[in-house]
């Protein structure tokens, strides 16, 4: 989502959803850390299974094929248990706010 298309979305919403900004910033920052957690991940085990190659023959046409599997999975998770803290959040914002309302 470009910065254009976030800041629509903010005032649309603002109004008749209090919080929405702050749930799109806990989504954005959630995305962000699961392509943080894939690039770290794919780097270790990159390097990981180079220093494993000196020591035992591997076949070396599937270190990008590991390396990519490793990184996704650990990514997934990540991004995935991140949005559900969001999403608790979220909840739990709503709920204060509809205990608020006659």
Not at 26 to 49: D, K, N
Not at 64 to 77: N, R
Request: glycine share 6%; charged share 25%.
């Amino acid at each position: 989502m470009n910065r254009t298309s976030e800041k629509i979305l903010k005032e649309h919403f603002e109004e008749q959803r209090p919080g929405f900004s702050s749930y799109l910033d806990c989504l954005t920052r959630s995305y962000g850390t699961g392509v943080g957690v894939f690039a770290a991940t794919f780097a270790v085990v990159h390097v990981a299974q180079q220093i494993a190659a000196k020591r035992f023959p591997q076949v070396k046409s599937t270190h990008i094929a590991v390396s990519t599997v490793a990184g996704t999975v650990a990514s997934y998770f990540t991004a995935k248990n991140k949005v559900r803290e969001c999403r608790d959040l979220w909840a739990n914002w709503q709920e204060r706010e509809r205990g608020r309302l006659p």
